[in-house]
């Protein structure tokens, strides 16, 4: 496993779908009245579904079905409908009903088959469910119609890490910065790629640029922490999880990670007192995490960190790495 493990939102709702509330939220502008209302809304949000290949040959139906009609202009009323079907899919989407928002997405495709953000969303949706060689597809629909769309670029880059297909992830997302060179998740994106083929110097540079672009990216930081700490430059990581830190406090991954190299250095009370903090920040026990993390192997047998064993609680097992993007 590499030190870092890529989770991000996907990039891709439109801009002209939603807004921003005043809480940071984002919101969908308006739902036209004449849009659609046959589906219902308050089915329970999915959480897993097991890929089915039908799917992609459902995308290519859709497509071939539907793409002789895309250079036909749409009349203004199928024009509303297209944008409500997309607008509620995003809708759908950002509220974790993935089987419905797709649903939503494949009604604007039948509209207009070049309508790229459906194939967009749709992407999105499947491969929050697991479908990433469908996902894949729908992305590929973007970008063979917008060759320039650097987030279908993007997210096809993310659901190849997914599929641990590291080095092709990395060419998407050397396309990405061809497209847009400032964008900081791009190289941040790379970096993890690039960590995954164990390839640390580079990844490091990587973060190097991503940070240049947004240094209050407390993640980056976090992961610039991790890196230098692999490589054995514990004072270089200390300073970098003190910065991801210092720009979010409540940050499990900075804190689990100073303990981590701590203990690492045998140093067992700053090891226990990040611990402490990280169990702050986390809802969940670290406990079955420090069974398998063998970083801590050198304090293991202590009695100080045998006493913070036995007193830290069961909880549910999460993947600390994961858990630095929340």
Request: net charge positive; glycine share 6%.
């Amino acid at each position: 496993m590499g030190v870092v493990t890529y989770l991000d939102n996907f990039a891709a709702i439109p801009s002209a779908t939603r807004h921003r509330s005043a809480l940071g939220e984002p919101s969908i502008t308006h739902q036209p009245s004449d849009g659609p209302k046959d589906t219902p809304v308050n089915a329970s949000p999915t959480t897993s579904v097991k890929p089915s290949s039908a799917l992609t040959a459902k995308a290519v139906a859709l497509a071939a079905d539907h793409e002789a009609h895309a250079l036909q202009p749409l009349s203004s009323t199928s024009q509303k409908r297209l944008q409500s079907w997309v607008q509620r899919g995003y809708a759908l989407e950002e509220m974790g009903y993935y089987e419905e928002a797709i649903t939503s997405f494949e009604r604007a495709i039948v509209l207009d088959a070049r309508c790229v953000d459906a194939w967009q969303g749709r992407g999105i949706a499947l491969a929050k469910l697991g479908y990433h060689e469908e996902a894949l597809m729908s992305f590929g629909r973007v970008t063979r119609w917008n060759a320039n769309d650097y987030r279908a670029w993007q997210n096809m880059g993310r659901v190849l890490m997914s599929l641990e297909r590291h080095a092709e992830a990395l060419s998407h997302f050397d396309r990405v910065l061809l497209l847009k060179a400032d964008s900081y998740k791009a190289w941040y994106h790379r970096a993890i790629a690039l960590d995954a083929q164990n390839k640390p110097m580079a990844a490091l540079s990587s973060l190097d640029r991503a940070l240049k672009i947004r240094p209050e990216c407390h993640y980056a930081w976090t992961a610039q922490g991790m890196l230098l700490g692999k490589l054995g430059r514990y004072p270089d990581a200390e300073a970098s999880f003190d910065c991801s830190l210092r720009l979010r406090g409540n940050n499990f991954g900075a804190w689990y990670g100073k303990a981590s190299f701590a203990a690492i250095q045998g140093l067992v009370e700053p090891a226990l007192e990040n611990l402490i903090e990280a169990k702050k920040c986390s809802p969940f026990s670290v406990r079955s995490m420090l069974k398998t993390d063998r970083r801590f192997d050198p304090i293991r047998f202590t009695l100080e960190f045998q006493r913070f064993i036995q007193g830290n609680g069961e909880g549910e097992n999460i993947d600390v790495l994961n858990s630095w993007m929340r």
